[in-house]
Nanobody
Framework: QLQACGGGWVQPGDSLRLSCAVS????????VAWFRQAPGKEREFVVA????????RYSNSVKGRFTFSRDNGKNTAYLQMNSLKPEDSAIYYC??????????????????WGQGTLVTVSS
């Protein structure tokens, strides 16, 4: 089970950190990802990370602005979002699976999903 939180309304250029509390999986050994879905658009890949030691993989649209991290003790994954833009507005979902997979950008690759948290970037 995954539970995402931390969304909200921010202005362009602001930062926000999302959290994904995980149960039933270990964030240190499992694959955990963030996806997002804007109104009227398909869900898109943001970032995925595998077992500890495997560097996260980012979409080009967020690379350099977003950072994936995890707290193994809390079994929680985070998404630090900096320099937010209006086009980052979306519902953000965390997803997980037990093992890393090469198709990590695909929705169908993940077995477990959180409920989503809304991020709105607007002036």
């Amino acid at each position: 089970q995954l539970q995402a939180c931390g969304g909200g309304w921010v202005q362009p250029g602001d930062s926000l950190r999302l959290s994904c509390a995980v149960s039933g999986l270990s964030v240190s050994t499992s694959a955990v990802a963030w996806f997002r879905q804007a109104p009227g658009k398909e869900r898109e890949f943001v970032v995925a990370a595998g077992e500890r030691g495997r560097p996260p993989r980012y979409s080009n649209s967020v690379k350099g602005r977003f950072t994936f991290s995890r707290d193994n003790g809390k079994n929680t994954a985070y998404l630090q979002m900096n320099s937010l833009k209006p086009e980052d507005s979306a519902i953000y979902y965390c997803a997980g699976r037990r093992l890393w997979i090469t198709t990590y950008t695909k929705n169908a690759s993940y077995d477990y999903w959180g409920q989503g948290t809304l991020v709105t970037v607007s002036s």
